[in-house]
């Protein structure tokens, strides 16, 4: 029922807005898990806000989701997906040839709401920001700092990981890590 924001970068439409859905595209709720325990045990899909905060942090960032529930297939709204890490890797890849060989993630970090000296110049309206992420045992870290990304690709090099995309605030490139799958990123 949220409509979302959009912007074309090259040959992609990306989402301007981390996603804040509670329920999978077939309209299934997805649990809201708040206790760190429960969190940890995890290997279904679930989501939180920062903190459990939804008042202080839904708005600007959306909620975290562990990969039990990008793997669905069904996290994003009918017609959208969660990005492969080829389709980030397009993205890098555009950045770089045109003009941002090296700054590819300054060039996607918001203008404002960064820590330290991490404001990007957001030259494509990406608005990427630093919502955070809950670690596998559920304790939070990071807003105002880093702001990480699901792929739905699993890592090749272990069963409990899969590709992720991060922004860092004294960082320019838009990293590409393995996430282990019971963390909670945007």
Partial sequence: GYTYKTVTIGTQEWMVENLRTT???DGTSIPNVTSNSDWKSLSTGAWCHYDNDSSQYDATYGKLYNWYAVETGKLCPTGWHVPTDAEWTVLTDYL????????????????SG??????????YGFLGLPGGYRYGDGGFYGIGSYGTWWSSSQYEYGENDAWTRSLYPDL????RYNGIKNYGFS
């Avoid at 960064?114 to 030259?123: A, C, S």
């Avoid at 320019?172 to 990293?175: A, I, N, P, Q, V």
């Fill in 23 to 25: 329920k999978y595209s």
């Fill in 96 to 111: 770089a040839a045109n003009g941002h060989s090296g700054r590819e993630g300054t060039a996607l970090k918001a203008t």
């Fill in 114 to 123: 960064w820590n330290y000296v991490g404001n990007g110049t957001d030259d």
């Fill in 172 to 175: 320019d490139d838009l990293g």
